[in-house]
């Protein structure tokens, strides 16, 4: 699953892996972003495409249509988010980019519990595929996005059986164009998504579980893990 990540460098520095050459309506910021702990039920900056350019707007994190009478969901399974009642129109017409640096998953072991930051072996930005409720300028209450998710394998499963689907960044562009078919996005998810040999984790401190710390010192590496 993915329920915490980081997004704390500048948008520019996100953008500039993949759309220098695109037309965008994302106003200049220098500033970074700054978010250590995204958490669910929070606005996130959200990167999708509507009228031909490229958009990034504050989204809640979490999904739940009129008829749904439980908590909001966060995550969709990549296995069956095209296909079920719940997320196939969201695959078809809300297909989405978060923007991360990396995410954080616990470790388990009966009662002990270790929280580790997964990132890219390069250290550069990550990029999850999302579905949600488009357009994401025009915000329903609880109908916002998930962030797809696909099985864990080789290490990385050792920390969680799943991990959000990251694309390569030749693939946001095809995976944000509204022209390319609900068939086309599935080829995308399972083609063109980064493998777990890429990714490298360490384990950070406990801080990270409560939403009130937000520091660049939660991504920081600890010698003293439970697990």
Same mark, same amino acid.
Not at 36 to 39: K, L, R
């Given at each position: 699953?993915?329920?915490?990540f980081?997004?704390?460098?500048?948008?520019?520095?996100?953008l500039?892996?993949?759309?220098?050459?695109?037309?965008?309506?994302?106003?200049?910021?220098? *500033?970074?972003?700054?978010r250590?702990?995204?958490?669910p039920g929070?606005?996130?900056? +959200?990167?999708?495409?509507?009228d031909d350019?490229?958009h990034?707007?504050?989204?809640?994190?979490?999904?739940g249509?009129?008829?749904?009478?439980k908590a909001?969901?966060?995550n969709?399974?990549?296995?069956?988010a095209?296909?079920g009642?719940?997320f196939?129109? +969201?695959?078809?017409?809300?297909r989405?980019?978060?923007?991360?640096?990396g995410?954080y998953?616990w470790?388990?072991?009966?009662?002990?519990?270790?929280?580790?930051?997964i990132?890219?072996?390069?250290g550069?930005?990550?990029?999850?595929?999302?579905i949600?409720?488009?357009?994401?300028?025009k915000?329903n209450?609880?109908?916002?996005f998930?962030?797809?998710?696909?099985?864990?394998?080789?290490?990385?499963?050792?920390?969680?059986?799943?991990?959000? +689907?990251?694309?390569s960044?030749?693939?946001?562009l *095809?995976? +944000?164009?509204?022209?390319?078919s609900?068939?086309?996005a599935?080829?995308?998810?399972?083609?063109q998504s980064?493998?777990?040999d890429?990714?490298t984790?360490?384990?950070?401190?406990k801080?990270?579980?409560?939403?009130?710390?937000?520091?660049?010192?939660l991504?920081?590496?600890?010698?003293?893990?439970?697990?």
């Open positions: 699953m993915c329920g915490r980081t997004q704390y460098r500048t948008r520019e520095e996100y500039k892996e993949f759309a220098d050459e695109v037309e965008r309506e994302i106003a200049y910021d220098p *500033d970074p972003i700054g250590y702990n995204v958490a929070t606005n996130v900056l +959200l990167l999708n495409q509507r350019s490229l990034l707007d504050p989204v809640h994190w979490g999904y249509p009129e008829w749904w009478d909001p969901l966060i969709a399974r990549v296995e069956t095209a296909t009642r719940m196939k129109p +969201l695959w078809n017409n809300g989405a980019i978060v923007m991360a640096d995410w998953e470790k388990r072991d009966g009662s002990k519990k270790q929280p580790y930051f990132y890219h072996k390069s550069k930005p990550i990029f999850f595929a999302a949600g409720k488009a357009p994401y300028d915000q209450e609880n109908e916002g998930v962030i797809v998710t696909a099985a864990s394998d080789k290490g990385l499963v050792d920390i969680h059986d799943r991990r959000p +689907l990251v694309l960044t030749s693939a946001v *095809d995976w +944000l164009n509204p022209d390319t609900s068939e086309e599935k080829d995308i998810a399972k083609e980064i493998p777990s890429d990714f984790w360490h384990p950070v401190s801080s990270v579980g409560s939403v009130k710390h937000q520091g660049s010192e991504v920081e590496e600890i010698d003293d893990p439970v697990l």
